[in-house]
């Protein structure tokens, strides 16, 4: 039996559950969030609107459920 991985990002390895995290753990809100968290985006670019596509939803999500991603500004 095997099992894949589907990744979002090739390049990178990147899983749709790693951006999940990186958004809603990390509070990532853009794509560069997103690549300084987890490196997606930092290849070819290829899946630059799959992760945007993604972000978007997750923050839509949030504002739907009313829970607001704070900015970290001391790192
Ligand atoms: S597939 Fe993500 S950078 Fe190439």
Redesign the pocket.
Known sequence: MSTSIKFI????SVTKKEIINAIRKNNAQTLNDVRVITY????????KSEVQGIIDTEIARSKNKGVQYRINFTE
């Open positions: 990002c090739n390049c990178k997606a985006t930092s290849g070819c670019g290829r899946c």
